[in-house]
């Protein structure tokens, strides 16, 4: 499955298959140090490696999925050399990471351009972090149209 058609769902632990709810206890002892290799980790909990395998990078504690919030910001910038540049400048150094970026082709001086940015670093909140778009020198807008 691509990431473009990724699905997430919020499901209680309870219903979970057992295959799944040791392949969580595996990862929770890796992370909390409580074991040194998946071979012990797997052992301890009774889960093959291979199912362990099979599931681990699919499996995210929900907290660290909000933590990891993405907001797509749309510009619109003069069309001089170098502002785009400044812009993700902006972005980095406010702890921001740009995931994806899309600029159209300028018409009559403006250029418009959307950007994918993961929020879960920044260093002030979004709507500073929009506010300071807005003025720098030639942006003429920016917008938040979607968060995921």
Known sequence: MSKREEKFYLIRSDILPESIAKTIEVKKLLEAGEVDTVHEAVERVGLSRSAFYK??????????????????????????????????????????????????????????????????NLKISSTEFLDNLQQFTGVRKAMIVGRG
Do not use: C
Not at 86 to 106: H, M
């Open 55 to 120: 599931y681990k990078d699919g499996i995210f504690p929900f907290n660290a999925m909000m933590r990891e919030e993405i907001m797509t910001v749309m510009l619109t910038l003069d069309h001089r050399s170098g502002i785009l540049s400044k812009v993700l400048q902006l972005v980095a150094d406010q702890g921001g990471n740009v995931l994806t970026i899309n600029q159209t082709i300028p018409l009559q001086g403006i250029a418009n351009v959307s950007m994918s940015v993961e929020m879960a």
